[in-house]
């Protein structure tokens, strides 16, 4: 199945390395490149890509703001991309604010290319980028900055089941669905069943949104 890949950075150098690189997977399109994210907003109710890779920080239209109006759309436009956050800086609070509005995870710009292949490749199958250290650290850092939530979210919890929070927790600290398995003995299958109805429960879109409302909410501690 081919994937679609929309570009948005304000360097022209770096747009044409990572269209380059891309482009010469058999299973990639790259289906055009933006300089700014008041074009790559355009551009990609044009070109309707199933992942958009978004610098965060561009003049005009940052990253941030870019990805808010992909992932929550006006009435009538039905298209959704996922967003894959770019980044020099491995802390950066426009990458966290990006993630609580929906991107599924983030890459520093200088990580080898292979990882970039992979990552468009694990978000534009429906996971969330988070096996980085680094996304884990940045979550942690900055809920660190925020007293956890005594309101809403924490009330949330209320309605998982113990075994759903304890998949949660699992999660929130970078587990695979196999390595949850191992630890929780079940089966991977199992373990999927857990995080599908978490996220059905908790009105979230992926793990890294999992992530961010498991910090938010009190239920993992920043530093665990």
């Known amino acids: 199945m081919m994937t679609r890949v929309l570009i948005v950075d304000d360097q022209a150098m770096v747009r044409a390395g990572f269209a380059a690189l891309l482009a010469a997977q058999s299973d990639i399109d790259v289906v055009g490149e933006a300089p700014d994210g008041e074009r790559g907003v355009e551009l990609s109710r044009q070109t309707r890509p199933d992942v958009v890779l978004m610098d965060v920080r561009m003049p005009g239209m940052n990253g941030l703001a870019a990805a808010r109006e992909l992932l929550h759309p006006p009435s009538g436009v039905t298209h959704r991309p996922r967003v894959l956050m770019l980044t020099t800086f491995d802390v950066d609070d ?8 929906g ?26 980028l988070l096996a980085p ?11 660190k900055q925020r007293p956890a939530a005594r309101g809403r979210p924490a009330q949330r919890l209320g309605g998982l089941t113990e075994r759903e929070t304890e998949v949660l927790s699992l999660v929130a600290r970078g587990l695979s669905n196999a390595e949850i398995a191992q630890t929780l003995v079940l089966a991977e299958q199992t373990v999927k069943t857990h995080v599908s109805r978490v996220l059905t429960k908790l009105g979230l879109r992926d793990r890294a949104q999992a992530v961010v409302f498991a910090y938010e909410s009190g239920l993992v501690a920043p530093g665990e």
């Open 133 to 143: 250290s680094v996304t884990r650290r940045l979550i942690a850092d900055f809920v």
């Open 94 to 101: 426009y990458v966290y604010e990006a993630l609580r509005a």
């Open 103 to 128: 991107a599924s995870g983030f890459l520093l710009k200088d990580a080898p290319p292979a990882d970039l292949i992979a990552a468009v490749r694990v978000v534009a199958s429906g996971d969330a």
